[in-house]
């Protein structure tokens, strides 16, 4: 009975150690919060950078229109892939319930070019009602395709309307 209780001993001492060597590896990365913070923190530095206002988006005029529409952006490190759009595309999360893959084309024929081949049918705009399906909302403006998924109307609204207002243009000469 002894020798039982010894071993059960080393055996509950041995398990002790492997629990502390687990929770140990399991909490030595960073939580959610702070790649969500980190995240958030790397799409402001994108807007940090020269972005001249020249009517085509560039990352950093995007994100900037979304995080001036009160939006949480956070660019995700997969690229987004779109079949009939022979680019790759940037895939970022807009708060909880919304994501975002934008397609920057080097100019808005390029981009009209891209649509044409695309089958449209799975999409509707922004300011459509979705039906039961759910379908992501097809938005285009200048150089830009996006494709966002996202099921409220609230959301669909600002981020189309963020888009759809226009690239920033160049200051008039006076």
């Known amino acids: 009975m002894t020798t039982r209780l010894r071993d059960f001993g080393r055996a509950g001492a041995a398990l002790a150690v492997v629990g502390a060597a ?18 958030i923190e ?3 530095a994108v807007t940090q950078t020269a972005c001249p206002p020249d009517g085509l988006w560039k990352e950093c005029s995007l994100v900037e229109r979304l995080l001036q529409a ?11 892939h779109e ?36 089958d449209t049918t799975p999409f509707v705009h922004y300011d459509q ?14 150089n830009v395709l996006a494709l966002l998924d996202s099921r409220r109307d609230e959301s669909r609204e600002r981020i189309g309307d963020a888009i759809t207002a226009g690239a920033p243009q160049a200051p008039r000469a006076r």
């Open 129 to 142: 009602p979705q039906s039961v399906k759910g379908e992501r909302s097809l938005i285009q403006n200048a």
């Open 42 to 44: 790397a799409a402001k």
């Open 70 to 80: 009160g939006l949480v952006v956070r660019r995700d490190s997969a690229p987004a």
């Open 83 to 118: 079949t009939g759009v022979p680019i790759a595309g940037v895939l970022y999360h807009l708060g909880s319930l919304a994501s975002l893959e934008v397609f920057y084309f080097p100019d808005s024929a390029a981009r009209r070019a891209a649509a044409a081949k695309m």
């Open 22 to 39: 687990l929770v140990a590896a399991c909490s030595s990365g960073p939580s959610k919060e702070q790649v969500r913070q980190e995240q």
